[in-house]
């Protein structure tokens, strides 16, 4: 099994662990992936598990969160980008709907102002996201910069 990462009694080449330390990483909480970045040729040998013989994990589900964002956060810009994505979306199907609803205004009186208020103000709840999501994109890449981490 090459590059699966799940055994939880890894073995890492002493070059391996010499650059996860170079790096000086705040979060080193899923160290598998930090190895799996510097590793070459993972590989996997299967080990027999056995159910605990006695006591309990202190491993909850919180602990489970935590790992997860910081994987999210610690590999990735995507949540920002999603962020803007979504903002772009929004914007723009707020000013088409609040275009749409001015010029139906015209024909029908159902339409109010209420409505195309409404539209407004998701057309500025886009513009807004997009904003957020251009200045995490800018936290984002300054917290690369600032990690020193090589970029291949």
């Known amino acids: 099994m090459t590059g699966v990462q799940t055994c939880a009694l890894p073995i890492y080449r002493k070059d391996v662990v010499r650059r996860m330390i170079e790096l000086n990483e705040f979060s080193s909480f899923f160290i598998p992936a930090l190895a799996f970045r510097y590793s070459r040729n993972p590989t996997e040998i299967a080990v027999e598990h056995r159910e605990r013989e006695r006591g309990v ?12 964002f910081d994987i999210l956060t610690n590999s990735s810009l995507l949540p920002l980008q999603a962020i803007t994505l979504f903002g772009i979306t929004a914007a723009g199907l707020g000013f ?8 139906l205004s015209f024909f029908y009186k159902a339409i109010t102002m209420m409505h195309i ?23 984002g890449r300054i917290y690369y910069e600032v990690r020193g981490k090589p970029h291949y």
């Open 117 to 139: 208020m409404i539209s407004v103000l998701f057309t500025f709840l886009g513009i807004e996201a997009v904003l957020i999501g251009l200045v995490g994109e800018y936290v």
């Open 57 to 68: 994990s202190k491993y909850n589900a919180f602990n489970l969160l935590k790992l997860n």
């Open 96 to 103: 088409f709907s609040t275009t749409a609803l001015l010029i």
